[in-house]
């Protein structure tokens, strides 16, 4: 897609950490839900526990991710949920990929 001043290139400024599947998938998830479990978000996500613990690193890096880990009785208890930047982020990606889907030819 050209990137002219009637149509502006919307794709990119798509926010590619976001884009990616499986990280979109625990973005849209935690959005919805504030907070879960990580084997929670494991389970509704289908990655295994290795994968989505490289995915969390990333979003936490990006500042969209807080993880609280702690323990409930003896065993240890992961909490994921977005911060304030995280949604915010989440939003604009919504946004701006609805912008750019209406955009297309076709309608």
Do not use: C, W
Not at 1 to 15: A, N, R, Y
């Amino acid at each position: 897609m050209s990137e002219t001043s009637d149509h502006p290139d919307l794709i990119g400024d798509i926010d590619r950490l976001i884009h990616e599947p499986a990280r979109y998938n625990v973005v849209a998830l935690l959005y919805v839900l504030k907070s879960a479990d990580f084997r929670f978000v494991q389970h509704q996500t289908g990655l295994t526990a290795g994968n989505l613990s490289a995915h969390l690193r990333k979003l936490k890096a990006a500042g969209y991710l807080k993880i609280d880990k702690g323990f409930s009785g003896n065993f240890p208890h992961t909490d994921l949920s977005l911060t304030a930047q995280g949604r915010r982020s989440f939003e604009k990606y919504r946004d701006r990929m609805k912008q750019a889907l209406d955009s297309l030819p076709g309608k």
